[in-house]
């Protein structure tokens, strides 16, 4: 009995030791809540930055972008036009083939242009003349109207001219839209094309009379320059198979003017003096003094393309 007793007394003890301590562990985290947190974070420890040496030879530095250039048009080197011609004694088509000198400083601006040249031209006498002969419909060769014809003309002449020369600027802008002048000059070969001139007349062969093409020799003169003989022209065609080359040089100068509304477009006129020599004297109307020579003034215009 003294035992339990003992027992029971012990229990209570002990339940009594673990109220005490209960209550003690209550109050300390209470305590904890009104200081205990503000003095860990009073003592939070301050955040240093690294500051550890760094080599600098290791560092690789971002190179500087260059500046943005606007690009460069492609500069200007060839040119190619052709024109028409109108001569003071006759006229030409010719074509141009123009190459811009080297320089770069000039390159774009086609001051110098080392220039080939190919032109066909045709002569004509101061005293030509196309007429019709017969009244209205015409007198007929075959059943064809007459044509018109150039009374007293002998031979056609032609020329197929190459010329290798140079074009410099001497005033203005060679800027699009603007007009600059140059000096143009060249020189070559000529091959000049001498075709007979024939016409339908009406000739006596064999004690009658009949109608034929003819053209201008001793023994066809008397109907050739009748005018009452005469139908009509004999037409282009008749005498080619007689062509006769004549070779020859000829030389021009001139100013030529451009004033071209684009950088790689040809706009331009072209006024100037062209003589040109032959081996043998051409004659081109009869009962008119025959001559190698040829000299005439020209204004020219042409258009093309640059690249």
């Known amino acids: ?3 339990l007793m003992r027992i029971y007394t012990l229990l209570f003890v002990a339940c009594l030791c673990g109220s005490n301590s209960f209550a003690q562990t209550d109050v300390t985290i209470k305590g904890a809540d009104s200081s205990g947190f503000t003095a860990a974070a009073q003592d939070t420890t301050a ?38 011609r109108l001569n003071s004694d006759g006229w ?29 031209t045709e002569k004509k006498h101061p005293k030509e003349l196309k007429r019709s002969n017969g009244t209205p419909g015409g007198p007929t060769f075959g059943g064809d109207k007459a044509k018109p014809f150039v009374y007293g003309k002998v031979n056609n002449f032609y020329g197929l001219k190459f010329g290798y020369g140079k074009r410099k600027m001497i005033a203005g802008k060679p800027d699009p839209g603007t007009i600059s002048i140059h000096w143009v000059y060249l020189g ?18 064999k004690g009658a009379e009949v109608e034929k093409d003819i053209k201008y020799t001793d023994s066809t003169q008397g109907y050739f320059l009748n005018n009452f ?21 000829h030389a021009k100068t001139g100013l030529h003017f451009d004033f071209a509304s684009g950088r790689h477009t040809k706009m331009a006129i072209e006024m100037g003096v062209n003589a040109e020599f032959y081996m043998r004297s051409i004659a081109i109307m009869a009962n008119q003094k025959a001559r190698p020579i040829f000299m005439n003034v020209y204004a020219s215009v042409q258009f093309g393309k640059r690249k």
Not at 67 to 80: A, L
Not at 94 to 117: A, P
């Open 1 to 3: 009995m003294k035992q």
């Open 47 to 84: 955040i240093v930055p690294d500051t550890t040496a760094v080599d600098s030879s290791k560092i690789i530095k971002a190179r500087p972008k260059p500046p943005v250039r606007p690009k460069k048009p492609k500069p200007i080197s060839k040119e190619f036009s052709g024109g028409f």
């Open 188 to 205: 070559g070969l000529v091959a000049g094309l001498e075709k007979p001139y024939y016409v339908k007349a009406y000739v006596v062969e």
């Open 229 to 249: 003989r005469v139908i009509g022209g004999s037409g282009f065609s008749q005498g080619l198979g007689e062509i006769k080359v004549v070779p020859g040089i």
């Open 92 to 120: 030409s088509v010719f074509i141009d083939k123009g190459t811009v000198q080297s320089e770069e400083k000039f390159s774009d601006l086609f001051y110098d242009i080392k220039l080939m040249q190919l032109e066909f």
